[in-house]
């Protein structure tokens, strides 16, 4: 049981899926069906050419909050499909995931990059959600630790003790993302326990307890309860099962103690 005071959050990623339409749509569904629910934080992360909508019919929302999927670390300048900071801002983006492993495994992305992107939503007033997570391979050779070490002391180098808590880490193994195999609640229990005694190295305990640190990869509404009863489980990241209105708003509808 989470008896922290970190509010849970329970985030949508919806990668390359819905149109601005579809997102109309969806969140037009959804917003009753979830409406009333306290004690926690929704987000939904469209791609860029829904956030207009979404904003649209989430204005004045306290419950849901937009997040975009990805940004550049530049605020304008020659780079070519990229979107900056700024113009997420625009949109009344609150949050960014950043680091996500299709972004480091499909297109390359290095924790330096990651690194710079961090440090540039937090000085233009977007808060990153930093993805972290192993391969197969990786897990497999025993050394899951020494890459979430990697990903967290590079990713987070230019974060101060006073930014630390506004940071939000998901904790994605990469074998678990979009193939149904969920982390045994033993082994994502293990990883948050890792990975907030990290935190609590870097920045001290006092703020380690205080930054909210998810879980990503295979989350359905059959595991939901149980990833969400695990101590330092504050929140799930939800690909595919957060493409269905329904199915999404059980989700975030979870036990939360
Ligand atoms: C994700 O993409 O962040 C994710 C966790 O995907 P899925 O829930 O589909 O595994």
Redesign the pocket.
Known sequence: MNTSKRRPILAA?W?MHKTAAETRGFLTAFLPLVDGLDGREIVIAPPFTALSAASEVLKGNKLVSLAAQNMYFEQEGAFTGEISPIMLREFGVKRV?LG???RRHVFGEGDDLIASKVRAAMENGLLPIL?IGEMLEEREAGSTYEVLERQLSTGLSAIDNRGATQVVI?Y?PVW?????K?ATPTQAQEAHIYIRSWLDSRFGPGIADQIRILY?????PDNINELMALPDIDG???????LKVEGFAEIVSCQID
């Open positions: 990623n990668k995931i996500h492993s299709e993805c998901a994605e678990a993302i979009g193939t149904g969920t990503g990869g295979s989350v359905k799930v990241l939800v690909g595919g099962a957060s």
